[in-house]
């Protein structure tokens, strides 16, 4: 079992940047790969970024790559997303979660967080 708790986020201006955390509970988080995904209102919940459980390969959407970062520290069982160059179409509730994998679909996830809003104004 792994219980995840996201937070960082916050309003920003357009350009601005934010560092997202997601804090997790259990023996265990090493042994899994873990995902960023967002929702905005509307729309679908879509994949953001993964990392594997080692934090040797990184995986990005399209429409993050060369702004977000993603990273992990397994000694604080802690994932974290570094947002660059932030840009309104990036306003959405960001979730982390923690799979097997790291494939880009969320049906590939067991646990999941309750998210942290983040809101970049114009």
């Known amino acids: 079992q792994v219980q995840l708790v996201e937070s960082g986020g916050g309003l920003v201006q357009a350009g601005g940047s934010l560092r997202l955390s997601c804090a997790a509970s259990g023996r265990t988080f090493s042994s899994y790969a873990m995902g960023w995904f967002r929702q905005a209102p509307g729309k679908e919940r879509e994949f953001v970024a993964a990392?594997?459980?080692?934090?040797?390969?990184?995986y990005y959407a399209d429409s993050v790559k060369g702004r977000f970062t993603i990273s992990r520290d397994n000694a604080k069982n802690t994932v974290y997303l570094q947002m660059n160059s932030l840009k309104p179409e990036d306003t959405a509730v960001y979730y982390c979660?923690?799979?097997?994998?790291?494939?880009?679909?969320?049906?590939?996830?067991?646990?999941w967080g309750q998210g942290t809003q983040v809101t970049v104004s114009s």
């Open positions: 990392i594997s459980w080692s934090g040797g390969n990184t």
């Open positions: 979660a923690a799979g097997p994998a790291g494939l880009p679909h969320p049906d590939e996830y067991d646990y």
